[in-house]
Structure formats: C-alpha cells, structure tokens
Nanobody, 111 residues
Framework: VQLVESGGGLVQPGGSLRLSCAVS????????MSWYRQAPGKERELVAH????????NYADSVKDRFTISRDNAKNTVYLQMNSLKVEDTAVYYC?????WGQGTQVTVSS
C-alpha cells in the first residue's frame, strides 16, 4: 500500500490550496479516506474523512465550511480543497486509510 501526498506549499492568509493523495496497492474504492494534520508541537488531528463512495463526509469544526474533501475512485486519488486559509492551518498534512499513512506535505500559511 502506498499513499503519496502532493500540493502543499506556501500561501498567504485567505488563499487556497488543493492537496492530492494518490493511492496504490489496494482496492481504493472500498475504503474510506482521511486527511490529518500535525502542527509543530501539537498532536496529529483529524481534519476530514470521506466514505468509500464519497457519499458521507465529516470535518473538524476548525475547518468546516472552508475545506472540502473529495475523491475520484477512477483515479485512486483523494483531494482536500482548502479555502480561506488561516495562519493556524499551517501544518504537515497526511492522508490515511486502514492505518496506512503517506509521507505528508507541508502547508505554510504566512504573509
């Protein structure tokens, strides 16, 4: 099983980024997917989750109405669209499924 995140970077407050997580090694469409993040000195926290066929999504209160998780089962990829970014969104973002993790992608929100 391999999960590879991409799309992180430096963005100003109020800006947007879209993270991608390409998955291989298992039947992607059969499993839910999650995005987590970990800021320096803080515990890893769940940001968003999407069910296997994408019909159910859940978000942390801190990102609700700003972030959108989606998936393309034909491309074995899960996305995290992040809008109205805040300084406190700065963290390493990880995708996860079945206790498998990607390597993470850094998101830095700074002016």
């Amino acid at each position: 099983v391999q999960l590879v995140e991409s799309g992180g970077g430096l963005v100003q407050p109020g800006g947007s980024l879209r993270l991608s997580c390409a998955v291989s090694g298992f039947t992607f469409s059969s499993y839910g997917m999650s995005w987590y993040r970990q800021a320096p000195g803080k515990e890893r926290e769940l940001v968003a989750h999407i069910s296997s066929i994408g019909g159910i999504t859940n978000y942390a209160d801190s990102v609700k109405d700003r972030f959108t998780i989606s998936r393309d089962n034909a491309k074995n990829t899960v996305y995290l669209q992040m809008n109205s970014l805040k300084v406190e969104d700065t963290a390493v973002y990880y995708c996860e499924t079945r206790s498998y993790w990607g390597q993470g992608t850094q998101v830095t929100v700074s002016s």
